[in-house]
């Protein structure tokens, strides 16, 4: 079993910042590629941002320049900066950890942006 806990989301207005986190636990032999996805009521789940074990970063378009990604790789821990909050980005947020074989959700954590 792996387990993904999540915290850091809320109710922010516009321009405010937030920072998620994500740790993984449990029987998990290494962990490859992290990341964050999103999903707004009503419209698809989205890859928000990615990061390689070694620390390659990749981007979703609208949220370059304004969220950054990281990882503790001691700590099985994947965080995601997000400043400059707009209501568009207001949505349920999920990491995701990549395994040997199996990529991995976390529960989700909701992101109100208010305007």
């Known amino acids: 079993q792996v387990q993904l806990v999540e915290s850091g989301g809320g109710l922010v207005q516009a321009g405010g910042s937030l920072r998620l986190s994500c740790a993984a636990s449990?029987?998990?032999?290494?962990?490859?590629?992290m990341g964050w996805s999103r999903q707004a009521p009503g419209k698809q789940r989205e890859l928000v941002a990615g990061?390689?074990?070694?620390?390659?970063?990749t981007y979703y378009t609208s949220v370059k320049g304004r969220f950054t990604i990281s990882r503790d790789n001691a700590k099985n821990t994947v965080y995601l900066q997000m400043n400059s909050l707009k209501p568009e980005d207001t949505a349920v947020y999920y990491c995701?950890?990549?395994?040997?074989?199996?990529?991995?959700w976390g529960q989700g954590t909701q992101v109100t942006v208010s305007s």
């Open positions: 995701y950890v990549d395994g040997p074989s199996l990529r991995y």
């Open positions: 449990g029987s998990i032999s290494s962990i490859n590629a």
């Open positions: 990061i390689t074990r070694s620390g390659g970063t």
